[in-house]
């Protein structure tokens, strides 16, 4: 017979003696089975203990986190949070190095937990470790350690940033200011100085007069702080002012801080890690964020400055170095030429870019390459202008409407999504890598045009073709723009044709009587295939990112399936595995009888209360809870989409309900259509009797027999 729900069966050490196996009674309050404890050891005030993890954090264990102790862990019992905090608080203000140091490495690992930290914090523990850096008197491991204390306490959110004095934020910024600094001191100073900016608006104007972006890109050398120093640098952009986020990228420009990147993180000698591909598409989305004004902003027909960039545009194309004198015929030829260079008002162009968006941001394009790329400018222009076979590509219309869709595929003016690593390493490699991007989208839009042999009612048909071009070929991760001119063209219409075609046949197959026959005789086998193949997975493991971890120390936990499919393994990791974690390894579980079911999404406990994060829709949608008994959850948020699906999937292929993520019918429909293919080629038996005598103005009939045992 089960134990009751209530009781969990725990050992429990205390050094130089045996361990106890007790039955934890959940409705008993801690302080009794602590004191009980104790007895069995002799150990007299028991208020003076605790129960802590012995394994993985080593977390201190409260009523209200008692509830996630299982059947078989093992604990231990230790001095209570606030003695502890109150012994080390003594320690770390002791005469002794020695001392002091110990104290402050233990201090470093006890300040994650959040009952500790509240403890110290109570005890104006924070305030002490600020004194003891502004103080400059402590050096190498004992500053790494208290200044990964400070990080550790300030985390948890009980204090506000805004609370930190100017002479600890000097003391910080000088350590990352200083040439020779040990790289740990470094690592943590520009964490915390990141932590400064995201969470106080005043503190963000006190660390940009201490921090200089030069000084910044002078530790990108270093692999060991680049991602710690990409990290300060996107807080800083992103909390600046409007008006100075202009006046920053061009900085970062003059220091050629693209070229830094690409030559020292992108094409480095080491792996790109998820926390670095992270910061990297952070810093992209923040920089084309400030192409969001001009695309906002709306020509004004009546601004001289703004008709000379359409007027210049116009003599770019035609160089029309005779204009006639007079107005009327100037006018009239005006009009003609606007024409020619596709804008949708003829007599009044500047109308064209009187909507939002794209606004200003497509005349800007369109200059750029009628400057920068003249003669592709002017062959794309006249070789339709001179057409008069209603074929011709409407540059101008053409132009505004793809900046509008680079736009939304960019997501230009959208904030950055937590835990996404969408980074394009190709607009790293130039200077003006939007307008560059612009340049050869507009080339494959005109090549496009023409392969479709295109006129203007079809102009809506050629737009969603070449959307289609782009995100395929940006899909493929190009590393150079060169390289993403190679993939588009391998992505003409024919191919993108192709590509439909197959993947039609893929979804919808042949729609004959005997072929949806095969097809629902071949399903079962196959979804169960598919099945196999996520519970595979499931015990094979995957690796999660601990949610809401803004600082550089990158946590991780891992999750696998036991291979008897009983029992969910799981378990904090220091660092992102590579490869299989063992079992041992890994000290939770939950019995796979206990799982009542699993939610996705907005469903989510974890989602409900993340409120900062409510506005994360990519968040969102990698979501997923495992809910077990008694009313316990284990919260995921899957580092992209295939694990989000291969998980949901296999959690209900587990629970004997219908996997429903579009990967599996994506799978489902590419593995029956394939089975189907290999069958039908291995057909025994088709018959096709003679045609009998044409009859006239009726179609010849034939039959066919299948045989596809």
């Not at 900085?251 to 998820?274: C, D, E, F, M």
């Not at 971890?549 to 799981?570: A, D, G, T």
């Not at 595995?577 to 796979?592: A, H, M, N, T």
């Not at 506005?615 to 284990?634: C, G, H, I, M, R």
Request: aromatic residues 8%; hydrophobic residues 40%; proline residues 5%.
């Amino acid at each position: 017979m089960p134990p009751p729900a209530d009781i969990v069966k725990v050992a429990i050490e205390w050094p130089g003696a045996n361990a106890q196996l007790i039955e934890m009674d959940q409705k008993r309050p801690l302080s009794s089975i602590i004191r009980e404890v104790c007895d069995g050891w002799s150990l007299s005030g028991s208020e003076q203990f605790a129960l802590r993890y012995a394994d993985g954090p080593q977390l201190y264990i409260t009523e209200q986190s008692r509830g996630d102790i299982k059947n078989g862990t093992i604990l231990r019992l230790a001095i209570s949070p606030a003695r502890a905090a109150r012994q080390l608080l003594e320690r770390i203000q002791s005469h002794g190095i020695d001392a002091r140091l110990e104290a402050l490495k233990e201090l470093a690992k006890l300040s994650a937990d959040p009952t500790f930290a509240a403890e110290f914090i109570n005890m104006e523990g924070i305030g002490t470790l600020a004194r003891l850096v502004e103080s400059g008197t402590h050096f190498g491991e004992m500053l790494a350690f208290t200044l990964t204390a400070f990080l550790e306490l300030m985390d948890h959110g009980i204090v506000s940033w805004d609370l930190i004095s100017l002479s600890f934020i000097k003391q910080i910024a000088g350590y990352v200011n200083q040439p020779m600094v040990d790289v740990s001191i470094l690592q943590r100073s520009l964490a915390i100085l990141e932590s400064m900016v995201l969470n106080s608006h005043s503190l963000y104007h006190r660390v940009a007069q201490e921090i200089t972006v030069g000084q910044l890109i002078g530790h990108l050398s270093n692999q060991e702080i680049q991602t710690y120093a990409i990290a300060l640098i996107n807080a800083l952009f992103l909390k600046a002012p409007e008006d100075r986020r202009q006046e920053m990228a061009s900085t970062l420009a003059q220091k050629h801080l693209r070229s830094i990147i690409l030559n020292h993180v992108i094409r480095g000698n080491r792996p790109i890690k998820a926390e670095m591909a992270h910061q990297l598409y952070v810093l992209q989305v923040l920089t084309f964020n400030l192409l969001e004004e001009r695309m906002m902003t709306k020509m004004d027909p009546n601004d001289q400055t703004q008709r000379d960039i359409i007027f210049e545009l116009r003599r770019i194309a035609f160089d029309a170095e005779n204009d006639p004198t007079g107005t009327e015929k100037r006018k009239a030829m005006y009009t003609k030429d606007y024409k020619m260079l596709g804008f949708t008002n003829h007599v009044n162009p500047a109308m064209d870019f009187t909507q939002t968006p794209p606004g200003m941001l497509a005349l800007d394009n369109m200059l750029y390459l009628a400057k920068v790329h003249q003669d592709t400018y002017i062959r794309i222009v006249l070789e339709n202008s001179s057409r008069e076979d209603k074929h011709e590509c409407p540059f101008g219309r053409c132009a505004i409407e793809l900046t509008r869709m680079l736009c939304e595929i960019l997501q230009v003016g959208e904030l950055p999504n937590e835990g996404c690593n969408d980074y394009h390493p190709m607009f790293f490699t130039h200077d003006r890598a939007w307008e560059e991007f612009f340049c050869v989208c507009i080339q494959l839009l005109n090549k496009t045009w023409k392969e479709m042999r295109a006129t203007a009612e079809d102009f809506n048909k050629v737009m969603q073709v070449v959307r289609e071009q782009i995100t395929r070929a940006l899909a493929m991760k190009p590393s150079s723009l060169d390289q993403l001119k190679n993939k588009l063209r391998g992505l003409n219409y024919s191919e993108i044709l192709r590509l439909r075609q197959s993947e039609r046949m893929s979804q919808d197959d042949f729609q004959s009587p005997p072929i949806i026959e095969l097809r629902e005789r071949i399903q079962p086998e196959i979804l169960e295939l598919i099945k196999q193949q996520r519970l595979n997975r499931l015990c094979e493991g995957s690796c999660f990112r601990k949610l809401g971890n803004r600082r550089r120390q990158e946590k991780f936990w891992f999750c696998r399936l036991s291979l008897n499919h009983k029992v969910l393994h799981y378990g904090d990791l220091d660092e992102s595995p590579q490869g299989e974690v063992p079992f041992e390894l890994l000290s939770d579980k939950i019995p796979v009888s206990d799982i009542k079911s699993v939610v996705t999404g907005k469903d989510c406990p974890h989602m409900k209360e993340k409120s900062a994060l409510k506005q994360n829709k990519e968040v969102l949608e990698l979501a997923f809870s495992v809910l077990y008994d008694p009313d316990e959850t284990l919260n995921f948020v899957a580092p992209n989409k295939y694990e989000y699906c291969i998980w949901t999937d296999g959690l209900c292929a587990l629970l004997g309900r219908e996997m429903g993520s579009d990967l599996t019918r994506s799978d489902l429909d590419t593995l029956i259509s394939m089975e189907m293919k290999l069958r039908l080629l291995d057909l025994e038996n088709i018959t096709i009797p003679e045609a009998p005598p044409p009859v006239p103005k009726e179609p010849s009939s034939y039959n066919f027999t299948y045989n596809y045992s």
